[in-house]
């Protein structure tokens, strides 16, 4: 396999000459891809660089590294979306943001409103899910989960999911969308509703502030819509 494709993220911010990997990440390295002393890895942390290393030692519990060159990571957004997502269950959660990591979202969101289901949020978990899908897309960056935002702290300037807008899905060729179109030139805000929708009253708050969006005649369920979504505007943005 080669180096590139053995890929590790740590949680360190600018990594030195010798580092220590233990826990989870070297138990992959030496007990599941079975590396061994002088095989070459690259480490990310969450800057923009990536990090070749080479093993210098495997023990029980931890693999010892030693920096060999780093270089700036090719992989990460060069466009800023973030995608606002009303509370749903944690396992839908965890699946859109382990996709909008993969496909260049910078940010995403959480945000209670009427119908949004009030459920435990594990902040933490999530970001770790947005960590470990680096080592999949590789960027070196991952996307930042936060929240829990109110319904009344959602940006104004952004485009929403809504099942109830006629506006066709793509953002060319619709005279409506033209003025906001002309915003996403490096990056967007995109508002998806919890499982339950939007309330009436709160569907036209938004559309007061937010640009409406249809994502196709089908319903699509939360984590779905923020998929689609994301990658219709990232695809505009140029990152796709
Ligand atoms: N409860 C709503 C209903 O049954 O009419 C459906 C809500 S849908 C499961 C959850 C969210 O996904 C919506 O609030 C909206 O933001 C987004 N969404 C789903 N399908 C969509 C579509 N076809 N176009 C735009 N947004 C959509």
Redesign the pocket.
């Known amino acids: 396999m080669p180096a590139a494709e053995r890929r590790f993220f740590t949680q360190s911010q600018g990594l030195s000459q010798d580092l220590v990997l233990s826990g989870t990440e070297h138990n992959h390295l030496a007990n599941v891809l079975r590396l061994r002393v002088g095989d070459d890895i690259i480490i990310v942390c969450g800057d923009e660089f990536d990090y070749q290393y080479k093993i210098t030692s495997i023990t029980k519990s931890q693999t010892i590294l030693s920096l060999a060159k780093k270089w700036r990571n090719e992989y990460n957004p060069k466009v800023r979306l973030t995608v606002y997502m009303?509370v749903i269950k944690h396992d839908k959660l965890a699946l859109a943001v382990e996709k909008l990591n993969e496909i260049g979202v910078s940010r995403v969101v959480l945000f209670k409103s009427s119908r949004s289901q009030d459920l435990p949020i594990k902040l933490d978990k999530l970001q770790t899910i947005a960590n470990q899908s680096c080592k999949q897309c590789r960027r070196s960056i991952p996307l930042r989960v936060s929240g829990v935002i109110s319904f009344e702290e959602l940006p104004k300037d952004a485009f929403?999911?809504?099942?109830k807008?006629n506006t066709p899905p793509r953002f060319s060729g619709h005279p409506s969308l033209a003025s906001a179109q002309a915003r996403l030139i490096s990056e967007g805000n995109l508002?998806?509703?919890?499982?339950?929708?939007?309330t009436d009253a709160e569907r036209e708050q938004l559309r007061k502030t937010a640009t409406p969006?249809?994502?196709?005649?089908?319903?699509?369920?939360?984590e779905t819509?923020a998929i689609v979504?994301a990658t219709l505007m990232l695809s505009k943005l140029g990152e796709i």
């Open positions: 009303g929403f999911a809504d099942e807008s508002i998806v509703g919890p499982e339950g929708g939007f969006i249809s994502l196709g005649r089908r319903i699509l369920r939360s819509a979504g």
